[in-house]
């Protein structure tokens, strides 16, 4: 476990001093902004339902750019094998990377929490809702870290990293608006496959164990793909 | 050598492939699993993101009959500045009508697009539900979906669209209109009046169940050449005669029971007392029922406490008050009558007492041992009498005696969060609808915010600037620090 935390740490450290993170961190909270503004505008809500769905896709198309270098600039700089052949087992490299990620993606919610104080200064927001607002967010972040990680650790070009982890998610969204583009029937078989779907709940004060085991597990597996990739290279 | 080496990364990368596919194919299994045995969690305010236990009565009564029901809502009006909330508002509702029930389908249709569909069911309006079972059909539309209240910056719209699907599903369950007949001529409440004292929305939360309030009047009945009660009736129900009944039409009333009709009797602490009452073995002694927990600020309204009958079963599950008025004590003969089976429905707690008079402090009754009645007080009786009472002929009767009337009326309807829960659980008791028994909710609400012009400027600066514009200074002074290292 002290591995995890030294790796953690490590990475908490390059994000801090990376002017990247912080590029993204205020595009982000743009976007958090922008939706939020359009939502409450559009609805005169005191809600975050508009901003979640929105900022689910917003997390889609970031969060595989912000771990796209975990792995990828470790191989470019040749430190990969140096970490493969030392005492930290790819678990814990794997499981670290991907908590430093996810830390990030919490702050990135703790920088938007500004939205929330100015629906209770102008409104009574039901405080449940928005609890269960963030918890999906944050669920879905966890799970598209974990995607940007595996695409990290099967190619060398970060920014084809990054494109690669946007490709892997872009089905988990298109399957959530299958109705436009397949039947009602496949459409209804495909629907539980999709990020929307499972964010829905949480955006209504819903805490739905499928939908937590939904991301859960869509963690879990980008996750073990991503240790499998890396114990890949000891017999490649 | 090469070929050995070939083979050990052929075993490895199949291994590797093979666990992999294992893994996902667990996790999938495992996601169905978990889809079988959902549990959740409302963390909204007033647990309203959810089916209301009612409306999931409602549906596991259509799961069991198997027969299937399809949903179809419609749209809003596209610009309009509600259509956001009502779409959304249906689309959760149907949501979670899809996830509690296996029998129900559901539908959620652009108007303006599916026009198809639209004309295939005849639906022209906006925000348009219809619900169809088998060749029975109910069309909701918006004025009984959605309700605009209020005023100036408090108006809202509030979404009544649960109660109206619910209450359509009661519709379409086969046979399930009743008559509940309400005894007139005497000064009783009236079903038409929708006044506080009235019963007009009493009788609307009534049609939630297909039920249906109608006035009984024995002197002008005009239907039978000797007067009686109807023979569609499926209750009669005596609400705080102001002046006694005449032993003949309470004859009627017997007669009635004989047949194991159901009957409904309440009174006030200062209303005659049907002589009915004493046959059956139930007292109403004088004076009014006091507790010392009170419902704030009333001086004379005792918080009841429910006894595990059917009809309070659920509200005492959840917890749920119900307000009663000015309340005259319900006594059941102690031991009971023959052939009559007893259970108290509210009660008050033990500190509790039967107030006649006497002392007063700040306003409030005093309990004197030696003019009062000792608590707990039973304020609502619920009574089975088979025919080994004398009193039935056929099957079994069903009375409730309530020692307060207003509990019953527009008044009181929505005093209490379980009000109406209690008076709609009554009449299904009365009307032999045990399995629908439950607990009915209030309409969901929208929570708006209070925004001028000028907040709408001071809000774009807060959300689109104020975060980025910080961060960025951020992450150009660690920049710079580092640079100048």
Known sequence: MSTVFTIWKKEMRVYAVNPTAYAFLAVFLFLSGLFFFLGITLTGEASLRVLASNLAIVELFILPMLTMRHFAEERRQGTLEMLLTSPISPFALVLGKWLASVTLCGLMFLGTAILPAILAYYGDPDWGVVASTYLGLLLAAAAFCAAGLFSSSLLDDQLAAGLLGIVFLLPFWLVSRAEALVGDELAERVRPFGVLNHLDSFGRGIVDSADVYYFAALAFCFLFLTYRALESRRWR | ???????????????????????????????????????????????????????????????????????????????????????????????????????????????????????????????????????????????ELFRRVGTGNDRRLDFLGEQAVARAFAQLTADNHRIVYTLVGHGELDPQKSDLGGLSEVAAVLQQDDYELKKLDFVRQTDFPVPRVPDDAAAVAVLRPRVPIPPLEEDLLLAYLAGGGSLLIAVDPDSPVPGILGRLGVAIPSGRVLDKMLVFPYPDRPVPRYKGHVITRDLAEDNLVTVVSSAAPVQPSVPPMEGIRSSIVLETSREGWIDR???????????????????????????????????????????????????FTNGLLAEGPGNASFVLNSFRWLVRDDDRISVVGKPAAVRRLAISVEDIEQIRWLALGMGPILVLLLGAGVWAARRGR
């Open chain 2, 357 to 407: 008079g006497g002392e007063v402090r700040s306003g409030q009754g005093v309990y004197e041992p030696d003019i009062d009645g000792a608590g707990p007080v039973s304020m609502a009786v619920a009574l089975e009498v088979s025919s080994d009472s004398g009193l039935v002929s056929r099957g079994n009767a069903r009375v409730l005696v309530s020692g307060d009337s207003e509990v």
């Open chain 2, 1 to 143: 050598m090469a070929v050995s080496q070939r083979k050990r990364r052929f075993a490895a990368g199949s291994n590797a492939f093979l666990m992999s596919a294992v893994m996902i194919a667990v996790a999938c299994v495992g996601y169905l699993l978990v889809d079988l045995h959902r549990i959740r969690y409302d963390l909204s305010a007033d647990q309203g993101s959810v089916l209301l236990a009612d409306t999931r009565t409602k549906l596991a009564l259509l799961d069991r009959d198997g027969e299937p029901v399809v949903v179809t809502a419609f749209s809003g009006q596209r610009g309009k500045k509600e259509t956001y909330f009502k779409d959304r508002a249906l689309q959760d509702l149907i949501d979670e009508l899809d996830f509690a029930s296996q029998v129900v389908e559901v539908h959620f249709v652009d108007l303006d697009k599916d026009r198809l569909t639209a004309e295939k069911l005849g639906v022209t309006d906006y925000s348009t539900v219809v619900v169809q079972r088998g060749q029975a059909r109910v069309d909701i539309k918006d004025r």
